[in-house]
């Protein structure tokens, strides 16, 4: 049953990223990185943490990947042509890329092939991640949150249209006439 | 029982195939993208190991790891729409003039 479950759902998140891989138009690679992130979220409620299941579902693939569609769509992004790449990199890449894959892989079997989950072990639960969260790591989660606003301030001074100045002499100038002028009538 | 090695096989290949996407497509948002499906791949090998340790720091790690991922996002896209707008082209090979050519 489990094995199963995973089957289905590695084979769907494979899936989903080949799918990335494969479209042109980056709104497709979105939504396929939103079914990839969906059925990693099922994989970690059979791994038991399900806190980060929901924390997946609620801020990866309602948050991050809203932002990114709602970007795509903001600058009408199509279909980019492709340029032609150097004759190594064409050559070489996709079986250095395979070898890097393979290499994963046969490491990981190597080291942890004989360890098997069981999964009647209690499930981590959430308590217990707040816990750690505000005891052991408090330091990372209060650099976080500056973190958070150096990013929020960065995202809003890189994506805010400046005026041109000019624009912004000529409305002053018309502001401070019309000061002028309710001053005069007063 | 699945072994753990099938999910950290899984693990490996999300993210060869977020590597795959970041070196071959030339559209700026889907090597944006492939950031975010190599770190998925990491977050599965963190919360498999999680499981098999029996141990809570992995979910903590895979928490920080999302809110990292929120805040480059949030950058991220900033800076791709300033790109656009001074450079008018998502392509990322036409983003060249720090080169020598």
């Known amino acids: 049953m489990q094995l199963t479950l995973f089957l289905i759902f590695g084979a769907l998140a494979v899936a989903g990223a ?14 396929s990185l939103v079914t990839v992130m969906g059925a990693l979220a099922v994989e970690y409620l059979l791994l038991g943490a399900e ?13 991050i990947m809203v932002l990114f569609v709602f970007v795509i769509m903001v600058l009408n992004a199509g279909e980019v042509i492709d340029q032609p790449r150097s004759r190594i990199a064409a050559f070489l890449g996709l079986p250095i890329l395979t070898l890097l894959a393979i290499e994963l892989i046969s490491r990981v079997y190597g080291d942890f092939g004989a360890t098997t989950l069981t999964m009647g072990s209690p499930m981590v639960q959430t308590g217990p991640i707040g816990q750690s969260l505000f005891h052991e790591f408090l330091l990372p989660f209060e650099v976080t949150s500056v973190l958070f606003l150096v990013g929020v301030l960065g995202a809003v001074v890189l994506a ?12 002053r100038q018309q502001h401070d006439q019309e000061k002028a002028m309710a001053a005069a009538q007063r | ?18 590597v795959a996407g970041f070196l071959f497509k030339q559209d700026i948002i889907t090597v944006f993208i492939s950031i975010e499906l190599m770190l998925n791949g990491v977050n599965l090998a963190f ?6 340790l029996h141990q809570v720091a992995g979910n903590v790690f895979v928490f920080f790891v999302m809110v990292v991922a929120a805040a ?30």
Request: charged share 15%; with cysteine.
């Open chain 2, 1 to 18: 029982m699945v072994p753990l090695s099938y999910y950290l096989a899984l693990s490996a290949i999300l993210f060869c195939l977020g």
């Open chain 1, 18 to 31: 080949i799918n990335l891989l494969v479209q042109r138009h980056p709104i497709y690679s979105a939504l």
């Open chain 2, 72 to 101: 480059e996002a949030a950058v991220g896209l900033a800076i791709i729409i300033a790109v656009v707008r001074n450079r008018n082209t998502l392509a990322v090979d036409e983003l060249s003039q720090l080169g020598d050519k």
């Open chain 1, 160 to 171: 805010a249209r400046r005026e041109k100045p000019q624009v912004v002499a000529a409305t």
């Open chain 1, 51 to 63: 806190f980060i299941a929901f924390v997946q579902i609620i801020v990866y693939a309602g948050a």
């Open chain 2, 47 to 52: 919360v498999a190991f999680s499981h098999a």
